[in-house]
């Protein structure tokens, strides 16, 4: 097997998708060639052709299913931005301009509406939500601001893996230890220098790390540095703005991130980890209509999205937060942003993508509106469901929100005034359809298609074929010449069990896992590959029924601080002096300038591990390897987080998997493995 060149590999793959479905599915032709329309003509169109048909199985509806099949292709091409013929890209400097125009539209936006929209001219009902929130606010924050202390602080200060402004990630590489204990810093002003020296002499190991750090690095440091605009691919036409900040300052804004996260936790019973799986839950709902959550009350859950919501007005945070959280996120947040070209603007949005609060920040807000609107309408801010635990009757991750139809109204208008847009193409009240936090719903129907940014590397093969695969089953849909010759265009195959992560190798059943070592036994050239022998010894069962296998592991560069340093060493017997004996002296020796007190500090954090810490390739390429695994169990599927009816709708719908996998190479005629 050859590897295929990359600008192949996804046009051929796209064409053996549709040929298939346009065999199986005699309503697929009529939509699947429409990549660029919008998806709300394509939702009307398959509600208007597709009423029924042969699939009455245990979905909830039948346009459900057939606007599944008909996404696939429209989700493939929709996020891809290597290189291929069916679409045509835009190159990477253009998408960049454009990002950085977008971006000063944005904050001229901001700017106009806080001196053209104060707070006078909004109205009476808009002032009520806004005081209303702010009180709410306070009291979350426990009526003070003792949440915000430097104990509570220092325990949360860290630093993200992206770049900062001022530090070469070359020459100091993204990790905790060099970011925070082993580099000179960067802020942008004295006022954030001097709030980090006081965060960090709130515990003796902190103040011994920071000294450690300042007395090497701090001739270094730079006080007056600035934001510096970024922008990422988003799609193959579009990229998304982003900017990159000072490494105090991040670590500052990661700390009240944090703190914040707490808040949320603790008094509106969102948990930022797993939200998004509570807001596609509530989704789903919504897209059934309404809900009884008691005898007397039902709710209709409807979803809005904003557009660049994030870069939202300095005055919005201001109506609602209390004057010192203010100040504090004033001294901590970036004012003054570096262009492309070298020129300075200044920031009239609160925050940006890139900071280290923004999304901790913009939930937080956006929850005082909606529970202020709930208690004004007089509607349970919680209810039971079927599984005994008590959940929230809406949802807030990032401005990804989730209210009942009766508020959505009085939400686009408090939105607006504030000088928030709503983004009309993801935000919906009407219909059967709800999109959130990357589910999409109709009608109870998981309709979300299989997303592909790029296909030329083994893991970018073994991800997409896995996704595919688990498209396919839960929606009962087989593609077996599309995924045989997916598997074919790789130059060297590693089979996995369905627990593995998605980029690791092809998941396969258990059945055909064992029955792997005997096939290629019975090979006529077996053994003449050193892979095939691996293969075959690896996929050996125990007598407990665990299995060994071979993984396509990220294989991340390490910087070892601490290593074993060896000597040999003699001693004469007691009893005897011209008797010697040699032995082997290990111990451990630190590198020359390492910050001891940092070291032991990100040690007992996580981030340093058997005396080295993991960074990110200064070239950008991941390195991987081959890496011999074990389990006990082969084939088995469990889910992280458990949120009651959604939870059990994905477990019911992922049984099937290892039936689809199996079926996966029985359908396409592939008696083997390889």
Same mark, same amino acid.
């Given at each position: 097997m050859s590897q295929l060149p990359p600008e192949s590999s996804f046009d051929l793959l796209l064409q053996d998708i549709e040929d298939e479905l346009q065999q199986t599915y005699p309503f697929y032709k009529a939509y699947a060639r429409d990549a660029d329309r919008g998806f709300a003509e394509i939702l009307s169109e398959t509600v208007a052709r597709y009423p029924g048909g042969?699939?009455? !199985?245990?979905?909830?509806?039948?346009?459900?299913?057939?606007?599944?099949?008909?996404?696939?292709?429209?989700?493939?091409?929709?996020?891809?931005?290597?290189?291929?013929s069916y679409l045509v890209s835009k190159p990477s400097d253009v998408r960049n301009r454009e990002a950085e125009a977008a971006f000063v539209a944005s904050n001229r936006r901001c700017q106009l509406h806080d001196a053209l929209r104060p707070y006078s001219t909004f109205s009476d009902f808009t002032k009520v939500v806004l005081t209303e929130a702010s009180l709410l606010i306070e009291d979350w924050f426990g009526g003070s601001t003792s949440v915000f202390s430097l104990s509570s602080l220092s325990e949360k200060v860290r630093t993200g893996p992206g770049a900062v402004s001022g530090?070469?990630?070359?020459?100091?590489?993204?990790?905790?230890?060099? *970011?925070?204990?082993?580099?000179?810093?960067?802020?942008?002003?004295?006022?954030?220098?001097?709030?980090?020296?006081?965060?960090?002499?709130?515990?003796?190991?902190?103040?011994?790390?920071?000294?450690? !750090?300042?007395?090497?690095?701090g001739h270094m440091d730079v006080v007056?540095?600035?934001?510096?605009?970024?922008?990422?691919?988003?799609?193959?036409?579009?990229?998304?703005?982003?900017?990159?900040?000072?490494?105090?300052?991040?670590a500052l804004q990661l700390a009240v991130h944090g703190v914040i996260a707490d808040v949320l936790q603790r008094r509106c019973n969102l948990n930022l980890e797993n939200q998004q799986e509570r807001n596609k839950h509530l989704a789903r709902l919504g897209s059934m209509g309404p809900f009884r959550i008691t005898p007397t009350v039902h709710l209709n859950w409807c979803t809005w999205d904003g557009t660049d919501a994030s870069n939202f007005p300095i005055s919005f945070a201001e109506h609602l937060l209390p004057s010192n959280v203010m100040q504090?996120?004033?001294?901590?947040?970036?004012?003054?942003?570096?262009?492309?070209?070298?020129?300075?603007?200044?920031?009239?949005?609160?925050?940006?993508?890139?900071n280290g609060f923004t999304f901790a920040l913009m939930t937080l807000l956006f929850s005082s509106i909606v529970v202020t609107l709930y208690r004004l309408g007089n509607l349970p801010l919680t209810y039971v469901d079927d599984m005994g635990l008590r959940q929230n009757t809406w949802a807030v991750f990032g401005d990804d929100i989730i209210v009942d139809r009766s508020v959505y109204p009085a939400l686009l208008s408090v939105m607006t005034e504030c000088g928030i847009l709503t983004n009309v193409d993801k935000s919906y009240s009407e219909g059967h359809f709800r999109e959130s936090c990357g589910g999409d719903f109709y009608d109870g129907y998981d309709v979300r298609p299989v997303f592909c940014e790029t296909l030329t590397t083994l893991s970018d093969h073994f991800s997409l074929y896995n *996704?595919?695969?688990?498209?396919?089953?839960?929606?009962?849909?087989?593609?077996?010449?599309?995924?045989?010759?997916?598997?074919?265009?790789?130059?060297?195959?590693?089979?996995?069990?369905?627990?593995?992560?998605?980029?690791?190798?092809?998941?396969?059943? *258990?059945?055909?896992?064992?029955?792997?070592?005997?096939?290629?036994?019975?090979?006529?050239?077996?053994?003449?590959?050193?892979?095939?022998?691996?293969?075959?010894?690896?996929?050996?069962?125990?007598?407990?029924?665990?299995?060994?296998?071979?993984?396509?592991?990220?294989?991340?560069?390490?910087?070892?601080?601490?290593?074993?340093?060896?000597?040999?060493?003699?001693?004469?017997?007691?009893?005897?002096?011209?008797?010697?004996?040699?032995?082997?002296?290990?111990?451990?020796?630190?590198?020359?300038?390492?910050?001891?007190y940092g070291f032991l500090l990100y040690t007992?954090?996580?981030?340093?591990?058997?005396?080295?810490?993991?960074?990110?390739?200064?070239?950008?390429?991941?390195?991987?390897?081959?890496?011999?695994?074990?389990?006990?169990?082969?084939?088995?599927?469990?889910?992280?987080?458990?949120?009651?009816?959604?939870?059990k709708y994905r477990l019911e719908r992922y049984r099937q998997l290892e039936m689809y996998l199996e079926m996966s190479f029985i359908s396409s005629g592939s008696p083997d493995l390889v």
């Open positions: 042969a699939y009455n !199985r245990e979905y909830p509806t039948h346009v459900g299913h057939a606007l599944a099949i008909n996404s696939l292709i429209y989700g493939l091409r929709k996020r891809y931005i290597g290189p291929t530090i070469k990630t070359r020459e100091f590489p993204a990790s905790q230890y060099v *970011r925070l204990s082993d580099s000179p810093m960067t802020f942008t002003s004295s006022a954030a220098q001097s709030l980090y020296r006081a965060v960090t002499l709130a515990t003796p190991l902190t103040t011994a790390a920071e000294k450690a !750090r300042f007395s090497k690095w007056d540095s600035r934001a510096i605009f970024l922008s990422v691919p988003k799609t193959n036409v579009k990229d998304r703005g982003i900017c990159t900040h000072s490494s105090g300052n991040q504090l996120l004033n001294v901590i947040r970036s004012p003054v942003m570096e262009l492309q070209d070298g020129t300075y603007i200044t920031k009239y949005m609160m925050s940006t993508m890139g *996704r595919l695969v688990t498209w396919c089953c839960k929606n009962s849909v087989l593609l077996p010449n599309s995924l045989k010759n997916l598997r074919e265009r790789v130059t060297k195959a590693y089979y996995v069990p369905n627990s593995e992560g998605l980029d690791i190798g092809f998941h396969i059943s *258990r059945k055909r896992a064992s029955l792997a070592a005997s096939v290629l036994k019975a090979s006529k050239n077996f053994g003449k590959s050193s892979f095939e022998l691996k293969t075959f010894r690896l996929l050996q069962e125990d007598y407990q029924g665990g299995m060994l296998y071979l993984g396509y592991y990220a294989d991340a560069p390490r910087y070892f601080l601490k290593k074993e340093k060896g000597h040999y060493a003699q001693y004469s017997s007691l009893f005897d002096r011209r008797v010697y004996r040699r032995f082997y002296i290990t111990e451990e020796v630190y590198r020359k300038g390492t910050n001891l007992l954090s996580g981030d340093v591990k058997d005396g080295a810490f993991g960074y990110r390739s200064p070239t950008g390429v991941e390195r991987r390897k081959e890496k011999l695994c074990y389990t006990p169990s082969w084939g088995c599927v469990l889910s992280k987080w458990y949120f009651g009816g959604y939870t």
